[in-house]
Each structure stands twice: as structure tokens, then as C-alpha cells.
T-cell receptor, first 113, second 114 residues
Framework: KAGVTQTPRYLIKTRGQQVTLSCSPISGHRSVSWYQQTPGQGLQFLFEYFSETQRNKGNFPGRFSGRQFSNSRSEMNVSTLELGDSALYLCASSAGGVGNTIYFGEGSWLTVV | QKEVEQDPGPLSVPEGAIVSLNCTYS??????FMWYRQYSRKGPELLMYTYSSGNKEDGRFTAQVDKSSKYISLFIRDSQPSDSATYLC??????????????FGGGTRLMVKP
């Protein structure tokens, strides 16, 4: 069974640009969450989508947004990029019920210059 | 103060040693506890999952949860150089609105020397 797939794996953007990252969850999983990982702040929750609806949101500015499609695939977008947005962005997939196991993808490495 | 505290290490041990990794937390609502292993430049890999207090064993790995002390542990027996990685504890609570929102510790870097 295929795991969580994230694209692109690596990208470099210029400050002020926007970026869109994509995630395909494990087949049958309806919940997709996004996390940001930085050396200073560790892993922080961005938001979760379940059945195309945002179910939870972390403490990030409105420049960070996401969406989920009917096939459970998800995208996250960061607008007006700042140098501090350089991070590993991780997508996590689960069946969606409380306490279900959560599996991560390999992440998308974003560097903002 | 962070909700989940974890010693960042690095923790260096010889091959074959028993490793003990720990996290403390402040939110008594947490009931689901996980340990993830993350190799450099890779995504976190789920190692252990436990619900509420107690022990769970899987091969060389044992996870312990002590809710009364708000303390969780991961033990690795017969550690191998391939166990060298960052170990992340994570937890969540059963509030329906929380869905699958995990709160992570900062991670402990483990180095197992041959």
C-alpha cells in the first residue's frame, strides 16, 4: 500500500513569492494534516482537513492556507513568502477518527531566499 | 513553557546499550501517545502508539505511559547504529474537534556508536 506522497520534495523560492505544496494521502484515508518543521520551533501543526473541510487550525498567519479535494488529496499554499518560512513542510494522513494512527510523508523542503 | 518537553540530546551510547528516551507533558487531556523516528532529511516514521497509561512492547522497543506523572518513555534494547536518528514524542487528546492534531516534543537526537 503506497504511503503519503508529497510533491515537490525540494524547492527554492524568492521572498514575496507564493508556493503551493501537494499531498496525496494513503488510499482510504480521509484526514490530511500539515505540519511545519524548523530547527528552532520543531514540528508545529498548521491545519487539518477532513472530507474537504478544515477541521482544525494551528497558530499560523493567514498567509498559510490549504484545501482538500474530493479524492482526499490536499494542497497547502503560502503567500508572500518570508525568509522565516524556510522549513520542512510535512503532510500527515489518517483515517480521520479520534486516536487513529497518523502517518507522515517525506516532506517538502522549502528554502526562501 | 511548552506543552510537551523533551531533552534534545544528543544522546550518545555504545552499540548494544539500552536507551531510554523521555517526554513530560502538561496537558492532562492527552490520551494518545506516539513515538516517531526521524532520520536526517526524512519524514517521521511511526514507531509506537499507546492509548492511556501502561506499557506496550514491539520487538526491541517498549513504550511506557504514566499519566499520573504526565511522563512517557521509549526504551530501545540492544541498540544498533541504524537506530541513530531523532526520536520525537507526540500526543493528542480525544476532543472531537482536535481531530488528528498532534503536539510534538522537540525531539531527542540519538547516536549509537559501533
Amino acid at each position: 500500500k503506497a504511503g503519503v506522497t508529497q510533491t515537490p520534495r525540494y524547492l527554492i523560492k524568492t521572498r514575496g513569492q507564493q508556493v503551493t505544496l501537494s499531498c496525496s494521502p494513503i488510499s482510504g484515508h480521509r484526514s490530511v494534516s500539515w505540519y511545519q518543521q524548523t530547527p528552532g520551533q520543531g514540528l508545529q501543526f498548521l491545519f487539518e482537513y477532513f472530507s474537504e473541510t478544515q477541521r482544525n487550525k494551528g497558530n499560523f498567519p493567514g498567509r498559510f492556507s490549504g484545501r482538500q479535494f474530493s479524492n482526499s488529496r490536499s494542497e497547502m499554499n503560502v503567500s508572500t513568502l518570508e525568509l522565516g518560512d524556510s522549513a520542512l513542510y510535512l503532510c500527515a494522513s489518517s483515517a480521520g477518527g479520534v486516536g487513529n494512527t497518523i502517518y507522515f510523508g517525506e516532506g517538502s523542503w522549502l528554502t526562501v531566499v | 513553557q511548552k506543552e510537551v518537553e523533551q531533552d534534545p540530546g544528543p544522546l550518545s551510547v555504545p552499540e548494544g546499550a539500552i536507551v531510554s528516551l523521555n517526554c513530560t507533558y502538561s496537558n492532562s487531556a492527552f490520551q494518545y501517545f506516539m513515538w516517531y523516528r526521524q532520520y536526517s532529511r526524512k519524514g517521521p516514521e511511526l514507531l509506537m502508539y499507546t492509548y492511556s497509561s501502561g506499557n506496550k512492547e514491539d520487538g526491541r522497543f517498549t513504550a511506557q505511559v504514566d499519566k499520573s506523572s504526565k511522563y512517557i518513555s521509549l526504551f530501545i534494547r540492544d541498540s544498533q547504529p541504524s537506530d541513530s536518528a531523532t526520536y520525537l514524542c507526540a500526543m493528542s487528546h480525544p476532543n472531537n474537534n482536535a481531530g488528528n492534531m498532534l503536539t510534538f516534543g522537540g525531539g531527542t537526537r540519538l547516536m549509537v556508536k559501533p
